[in-house]
């Protein structure tokens, strides 16, 4: 059964970098896109970019500036940066897998890390 | 972007009703719809793919139809274990995009 874990550094100060990775186990790695979806405390989903085994990404162009999804063949793993955290950066920060077949959809999801970003 | 909007965005219910939420795009999406489960302190669980797909292990009672720019999701009789925030999610762009959400409380 495949399993997504996910961990990194909760409190951030203004201006830091996030830094989040996500680790999947018991499956194949390679024949999927893998994704990071945050939700901001009592608010909705927003998709913020994936990335293939080969190293392809996407980006959602309102954070492209700020963020580098990068991936780890070598032990199944993928990761998150942001930089230049602020207040409106406070989420929960999933990632998931996005199958790509005919068609497209989230169908496997991490637990989540929550993120605050306060000074 | 591709703009999803959800109706109603929450709605009362009790068990064993019949409900109906609605999931309407900014442009044509051909069945490119999503829909997703949400508990509080939880990650979102994929329901329905392609508009009308059941995702495996999802009760039966849960159905999707619609295409082009109107989308709904069905819950044919409500359960306990139902109670929850919905979201529709479109995958016709890459630049994903999601409902804002519609919470079902008894």
């Known amino acids: 059964q495949v399993q997504l874990h996910q961990w990194g550094a909760g409190l951030l100060k203004p201006s830091e970098t996030l830094s989040l990775t996500c680790a999947v186990y018991?499956?194949?790695?390679?024949?999927?896109?893998w994704s990071w979806i945050r939700q901001p405390p009592g608010k909705g989903l927003e998709w913020i970019g994936d990335?293939?085994?080969?190293?392809?990404?996407n980006y959602n162009p309102s954070l492209k500036s700020r963020i580098t999804i990068s991936v780890d063949t070598s032990k199944n793993q993928f990761s998150l940066k942001m930089s230049s955290v602020t207040a409106a950066d406070t989420a929960v920060y999933y990632c998931?897998?996005?199958?790509?077949?005919?068609?497209?959809?989230?169908?496997?999801w991490g637990r989540g890390t929550p993120v605050t970003v306060s000074s | 972007d591709i703009q999803m909007t959800q109706s109603p965005s929450s709605l009362s219910a009790s068990v064993g009703d019949r409900v109906t939420i609605t999931c309407r795009a900014s442009?044509?999406?051909?069945?490119?719809l999503n829909w997703y489960q949400q508990k509080p302190g939880k990650a979102p669980k994929l329901l329905i793919y392609?508009?009308?797909s059941l995702q495996s292990g999802v009760p039966s009672r849960f159905s999707g139809s619609g295409s082009g720019t109107d989308f709904t999701l069905t819950i044919s009789s409500l359960q306990p274990e139902d109670f929850a925030t919905y979201y529709c999610?479109?995958?016709?762009?890459?630049?994903?995009?999601f409902g804002q959400g519609t919470k079902l409380e008894i």
């Open positions: 998931a897998r996005v199958v790509r077949g005919a068609k497209w959809y989230f169908d496997l």
């Open positions: 018991g499956g194949s790695f390679s024949g999927y896109y």
């Open positions: 990335i293939n085994h080969s190293g392809s990404t």
């Open positions: 442009q044509s999406i051909s069945s490119s």
């Open positions: 392609a508009a009308s």
């Open positions: 999610q479109q995958s016709y762009s890459t630049l994903y995009t």
